[in-house]
């Protein structure tokens, strides 16, 4: 049943008005952009298709992408697509205009900024002077670029040879259209309807450019869906807002949380007063803050010890079973760090190498989701398939291998092939891989997989297999750019016992997640484990956040990831909440949380 934000989206949508949803968890965001697309649809899809127009969804994961369009039909009225897709589908033939931005705007802003690094005789101003060495050279070299390429699955760009990371696709994309009238008319035109969903972790490029598509009255329009609050990584804007004079629609209604936890979640944050709607609000749930005295930190860095982790998972699990959660399936137990998980499921090793020294930002990130470029034939293909084949599972097997095998092409090398020499080479290929699983590295299984066609590896991948391994001795202020080939060297070395658990954590078939981990999710009971020492990270202090007068000030920066990152994670609670915080002093810590009026006395447990 249509709320009152949908019936003033529905207004802004017939007056032609463009506009920005605030829509806090739980409030059914997704629904209320699936109606404002079907409305379009509805009253205006004839139309569009005789103008061969279509409506841009634009999102910011491919699971999303996936759901929104399952639930239109899949109707090709609607371009649904990632953030990334869907810039680099239209400015990737304009060549000219992609050299002129990366020539004029670009590059010098980059060079800007390396030239403030670049003072002095630091390894820091050593490295920022061969950048701009670098850059001055990409600069000559652009004339000469004949197309540009984006692989999504590379962070690094090389000019010189015309590739682009993702960076440059926001950074390109945004500059162009926000500085040629001519492709913002042909964006309008193309798409008199584009919405914008998780705009919180949308760039201010890409806002910035959307709003100069749709400034004036009337179509073009833009409608951007979010919540600011549920911004957790740094790279996106944050705030949001469709161009000036835009009306902004708040979403009350929470159909996800208990109404203990809506009144947790009310006084946390205060921009936004949520309210019960639908069958939760006959759920009251319940809300618990446990205190655990932590330790001081034993380890150099201001780390805890191998020691201290043991008897932190060990208080963890006395914790856990007092609720009576540790063998229930409805539970998720939520860590801002993959450290303590890695510990407990066994693929610390895994954890250590895509977290260290050769790790980027982006493999880390997509270490996280499995997604990594040389993770993801174990995590979506090989395990799955090594797995089946020892099950009996032959026909799982062989759909893995239609789907993600050349070799099993069928308009391959071997589509002259009858089934049944097919399915014969499958169960060969198979049990030869089954065989030398345990017993080789991950890099001798790669060669086998790549020399017998049973994975369509990236180019990167298929560089790094051929290639020798590195000789030199990593130095960052040297080989930060080229940091992913000792990554990859390292990782060849290693064996499969750490695969399995990675794979179970990563396919969401354990009850652990890392806190960023589960915005969208849902869970009947959630534990939340704050614990500052373990995560090791000046980015966050959640005993700070908490507990000011007890733990000490945080800074503004901790202060505002740690607050959003913590109403993610309580509003993943359907019915139960229980958070966890390790503190230096857990009877001070209760006075001042129950003095603060977040929680009643009640909801504060201490534990010995």
Same mark, same amino acid.
């Given at each position: ?21 605030? =829509?806090?968890?739980? %409030? ?44 239109? !039909? ?9 953030? +990334? ?22 590059? @010098? ?50 000019? %010189?040879?015309?590739?682009?990371? +993702? ?6 994309? !945004?500059?162009?259209? %926000? ?32 709003? %100069? ?86 380890? @150099? ?9 043991? &008897?932190? =998972? ?57 997604? +990594? ?82 994975? &369509? ?62 915005? !969208? ?26 507990? @000011? ?11 505002? &990831?740690?607050?959003?990152? =913590? ?42």
């Amino acid at each position: 049943m249509p709320t009152e934000s949908d019936e003033q989206i529905k207004r802004c949508l017939e007056e032609e008005r463009s506009f920005s949803i605030v =829509a806090g968890a739980g %409030s059914g965001k997704t629904t209320s952009l699936v109606m404002a697309l079907d409305h379009i649809r509805t009253s205006k899809g004839k139309t569009l298709r005789q103008n061969d127009q279509k409506i841009a969804c634009i999102t910011f994961t491919n699971r999303a992408v996936d759901v929104i369009s399952e639930r239109l !039909g899949w109707d090709d009225i609607f371009l649904v697509s990632t953030l +990334h897709s869907f810039l680099w589908g239209e400015i990737k033939r304009f060549t000219i205009d992609i050299r002129a931005a990366l020539t004029d705007v670009i590059i @010098p802003a980059q060079l800007e900024k390396q030239a403030e690094k670049a003072v002095g005789n630091s390894q820091r101003a050593e490295a920022a002077r061969q950048k701009i060495e670098s850059l001055n050279a990409d600069l000559e070299a652009l004339v000469q670029v004949e197309k540009f390429l984006y692989d999504d699955t590379s962070t690094f760009s090389n000019y %010189s040879e015309g590739k682009l990371s +993702h960076d440059d696709v926001v950074a390109v994309s !945004g500059s162009m259209i %926000s500085d040629n009238a001519v492709l913002r008319k042909v964006l309008g035109q193309k798409y008199p309807y584009i919405f914008v969903d998780e705009a919180q972790d949308t760039f201010a490029e890409t806002v910035n450019a959307f709003n %100069s598509i749709c400034s004036e009255e009337g179509l073009p329009v833009v409608g951007y869906f979010g919540d600011p609050w549920q911004q957790i990584y740094d790279r996106g804007m944050g705030e949001f807002a469709a161009p000036e004079g835009s009306p902004v629609i708040t979403k009350q209604e929470n159909y996800r949380c208990a109404t203990q936890v809506i009144e947790l979640l009310n006084s946390f944050r205060t921009d936004v007063e949520q309210v019960a709607s639908g069958d939760n609000a006959a759920v009251e749930g319940s809300v618990e803050l446990i205190l655990v005295q932590s330790e001081s930190p034993e380890a @150099p860095r201001n780390r805890y010890s191998d020691e201290q982790l043991d &008897r932190a =998972a060990t208080k963890f699990d006395q914790i856990i079973r007092s609720f009576g959660w540790e063998e229930d399936e409805n539970t998720k137990l939520l860590f801002l760090v993959r450290q303590m998980i890695a510990r407990r499921l066994g693929f610390q090793n895994l954890h250590k190498l895509f977290t260290g020294e050769y790790a980027s930002s982006r493999a880390q990130e997509d270490y996280e989701s499995g997604d +990594h470029k040389i993770l993801k034939p174990f995590t979506k293909v090989l395990w799955p398939l090594v797995e089946s084949y020892r099950n009996g599972d032959i026909r799982t097997v062989m759909n893995l291998l239609a789907k993600n095998s050349p070799a099993f092409n069928p308009e391959g090398e071997n589509e002259q092939k009858s089934l049944g020499e097919m399915l014969e080479l499958g169960r060969k290929l198979v049990e030869q891989l089954t065989l030398i699983w345990d017993t080789n590295n991950l890099g001798t299984i790669l060669q086998f997989v790549r020399d017998n066609g049973l994975y &369509r590896f990236s180019e990167s991948v298929l560089e790094d297999l051929d290639r020798e391994p590195m000789e030199e001795e990593y130095r960052r202020d040297e080989h930060s750019q080229d940091k992913g080939r000792w990554l990859a060297d390292t990782f060849f070395t290693m064996d499969t016992l750490e695969l399995a658990n990675y794979v179970d954590f990563v396919n969401d078939n354990t009850p652990f997640s890392t806190q960023h981990g589960v915005k !969208g999710e849902e869970y009947p009971n959630v534990v939340v484990v704050f614990d500052d020492t373990e995560a090791a990270w000046n980015l966050y202090s959640f005993s700070k956040l908490l507990t @000011p007068g007890t733990s000490g000030e945080a800074t503004e920066g901790q202060l505002k &990831r740690s607050r959003k990152l =913590a109403y993610v994670c309580f509003s993943r609670a359907e019915e139960n909440l229980r958070i966890i915080l390790f503190t230096p002093n857990p009877n001070t810590a209760k006075e001042e949380l129950i003095g603060a009026e977040l929680l009643s006395e009640e909801q504060v447990v201490l534990v010995e």
